[in-house]
């Protein structure tokens, strides 16, 4: 085994057992023998298994008593049946939608023996890691056993395939994430690092696929927080990507893992590395990938949001003003990249000694960032010696101690992130449509209450593509009547959180901008909706 070095990239290194073989990561001129089958010490599956046997049962409060539906009659035909079914599963609220999980479309695969007075169903839900199923499963239980005819009811519980919610095209390796979420703080030395990898392995406990992507190229943190036992990245020689490395279940990529430790490099090179590190890294499906993001708000941060669906970001800050400057400097660029900030994390808030609790570095950053910006949730971390020695002793606080108060605020703060995560999907997933009986476009744009019509006719002729308007002199090439007035379009996808793409007959696939939506002229006088012929 040794080490190999690209002699255009000296700073990456690679492990292989080939001795005639030289290569490297970025230039992909030569690549490594595909990674074993990972092999855990019996210490870290114990600890996995202790990890994961101590997860808490979420919301149950939330669980409502199961009330009879009236079937009318215990001899019922099959059609019949299933109207009663889904009546009954129709009372189930899910709480982050606000509407019932028949609606939602998470019914699936019925089946009702008539004569046995049996019924089976699945419930797919749009993350495993959602911290209500265990409520799904047994109200579905309840509601469905209550009617007359009903003697046996099996639930079967699932999750939506992992896909990203983006439309345009993205490389290989992301194309199986459902949700991308930075951990981000623009300030170096706050715990930005300890939130990104307890988060993440909060969310692996919760039933989740998560991986960890290290972007700080100059001083990776994620080498000294885990201990995976391969601790050098590998590259599948085929298909001539990277294959992460696993700890304890979750899938990691840090420059610190390529051979050399930390970067002394320039900007251009540092965004290229993390690039090539992030988009070709067989990531596989996961359902959430977090990204510890590196301190500041230059071009390294701006190439992450720009290249990368963020789904959403959770800020890290400390109680002093200082942090809150910075902070304030991220949350702004975020905003600007249409990329929701759904928590607020202060590190370090207070320790408890004496009976008292105290606040060495004074109250109130977090708190602010909240009200100035809006950001929905905040949670307080305490000063815990035990908090930093897991950082550096390669175990995680929330695998080291799963009952811990560290470990409650991370899995409150893991409930909030896949709550939003999913409310965001929703919204961005329905926040443009087309309505074919009165043949106008419906726009709701997320995290506003305004829901407003376009015609199609005016939305294809406010194209500013480089097809529509010449890039140079501002000239329309897109003429008025180039438009039919009675076309439609064929297909509306999101393109992550700030715009659509619209598919239209021509073939065009115009990208449109929600801010660019909202400045349209828009449908006074809505049309009388017309039938909708088979």
């Not at 409520?135 to 046996?152: D, G, I, R, T, Y």
């Not at 989740?208 to 391969?230: I, K, Q």
């Not at 759904?342 to 408890?352: K, L, P, Q, R, S």
């Not at 570095?361 to 929905?376: A, C, D, K, L, Y």
Request: charged share 20%.
């Amino acid at each position: 085994m040794q080490l190999l070095q690209s002699p255009s990239w000296p700073h990456l290194s690679f492990q292989t057992s080939n001795r005639n073989l030289k290569g490297g990561l970025l230039s992909l001129e030569r690549c490594l023998q595909p990674s074993t089958a990972n092999c855990f010490f019996q210490s870290q599956k114990l600890e996995r298994s202790i990890w994961v046997s101590h997860k808490r049962s979420i919301f149950s409060f939330f669980a409502p008593k199961a009330t009879s539906v009236d079937a009318g009659s215990s001899a019922v035909t099959t059609g019949t049946a299933e109207d009663d079914v889904l009546k009954a599963l129709s009372q189930i609220i899910d709480p982050d939608f606000g509407t019932d999980i028949v609606s939602c479309g998470f019914v699936k695969d019925m089946l009702i023996d008539e004569a046995s007075g049996e019924v089976s169903f699945r419930l797919e839900l749009t993350t495993p890691a959602c911290p209500i199923k265990d409520m799904f499963e047994q109200q579905a239980n309840e509601v469905v056993a209550s009617l007359p005819w009903v003697k046996k009811v099996n639930v079967t519980m699932s999750a939506q395939p992992a896909k990203p919610l983006f439309a345009g095209e993205l490389p290989a390796g992301l194309q199986r994430i459902s949700n991308i979420v930075a951990v981000s703080s623009c300030k170096g030395g706050v715990g930005k690092s300890t939130v990104a990898v307890n988060l993440a392995y909060t969310l692996a406990g919760m039933g989740a696929r998560v991986g960890v992507f290290d972007a700080d190229v100059y001083g990776p943190s994620l080498p000294t927080m885990v201990s995976p036992e391969n601790r050098l990245l590998e590259m599948n020689p085929e298909k001539r990507t990277i294959i992460p490395t696993d700890y304890l279940g979750v899938k990691l990529v840090s420059f610190g893992f390529a051979g050399q430790g930390r970067a002394i490099m320039r900007g251009p090179m540092v965004s290229g590395v993390i690039d090539q590190l992030l988009t070709t890294s067989e990531w596989g499906e996961l359902d959430y990938l977090v990204i510890d993001m590196p301190p500041g708000t230059g071009d390294i941060q701006l190439t992450l949001c720009q290249v990368v669906p963020l789904t959403a970001a959770v800020i890290v800050t400390t109680p002093q003003k200082l942090a809150f400057i910075d902070v304030a400097k991220g949350v702004r660029m975020f905003s600007k990249l249409k990329v929701p900030c759904v928590a607020v994390v202060e590190n370090m808030c207070h320790f408890d000694a004496d009976g008292k609790r105290y606040y060495p570095f004074g109250r109130g950053s977090g708190s602010e960032v909240v009200q100035q910006f809006g950001i929905p949730h905040l949670f307080d971390l305490p000063i815990r010696p035990t908090l930093s020695a897991s950082g550096d002793s390669g175990t995680p606080e929330v695998v080291a101690d799963p009952q811990g108060e560290v470990a409650k605020t991370f899995q409150d703060l893991g409930v909030c992130v896949v709550q939003q995560c999913a409310k965001i999907r929703q919204q961005v997933s329905t926040a443009v449509t087309y309505d074919k009986s009165i043949k106008a476009i419906r726009v709701k744009v997320p995290d506003s209450e305004e829901e407003f019509l376009l015609h199609p006719a005016t939305v294809r002729r406010n194209d500013r593509s480089a097809q529509s308007v010449d890039e140079w002199t501002g000239e329309q090439k897109l003429q008025y009547g180039d438009i039919p007035e009675d076309i439609e379009p064929e297909e509306i996808r999101p393109m992550g959180n700030y715009a659509v793409s619209i598919t239209w007959p021509d073939g065009f696939s115009q990208i449109a901008p929600y801010d660019q939506l909202q400045m349209i002229e828009r449908l006074v006088d809505v049309p009388q909706p017309t039938p909708i012929q088979s």
